[in-house]
């Protein structure tokens, strides 16, 4: 069983920054897609950013490619997402999550889009004013 606990949210200008934090607890093994979704009210899910544990490899959604950053600090077992030059646009509860994949030699963070993220925290709200 996994446990994951995001922090980190919080009311920034736009054009500002904030970093969330997913700790994870539990077994994580080396091969395991890694998420960050955001939901707006009356919007669907959206994931922004994924993560193949396996080799490093990250995936990002259109709307946050280069204003984005997600990372992992395997020591810590605590998964980020960077977040700069926001906008209000990018206002949502974000979400961690994590799904365990069997993932080949060929795997990248982009066939994480495919999986069902079966694990995921309690979210972490982001407010953006214009």
């Known amino acids: 069983q996994v446990q994951l606990v995001e922090s980190g949210g919080g009311s920034v200008q736009a054009g500002g920054s904030l970093r969330l934090s997913c700790a994870a607890s539990?077994?994580?093994?080396?091969?395991?897609?890694m998420g960050w979704f955001r939901q707006a009210p009356g919007k669907e899910r959206e994931g922004v950013a994924h993560?193949?544990?396996?080799?490093?490899?990250?995936y990002y959604a259109d709307s946050v490619k280069g204003r984005f950053t997600i990372s992992q600090d395997n020591a810590k077992n605590t998964l980020y997402l960077q977040m700069n030059s926001l906008k209000p646009e990018d206002t949502a509860m974000y979400y961690c999550?994590?799904?365990?994949?069997?993932?080949?030699?060929?795997?990248?963070?982009?066939?994480?889009?495919?999986?069902?993220?079966?694990?995921w925290g309690q979210g972490t709200q982001v407010t953006v004013s214009s």
């Open positions: 999550a994590a799904v365990p994949v069997n993932g080949a030699s060929w795997f990248r963070a982009g066939d994480c889009v495919f999986y069902e993220y079966n694990y």
């Open positions: 539990g077994y994580i093994h080396s091969r395991y897609c």
């Open positions: 993560i193949y544990t396996g080799g490093g490899s990250t």
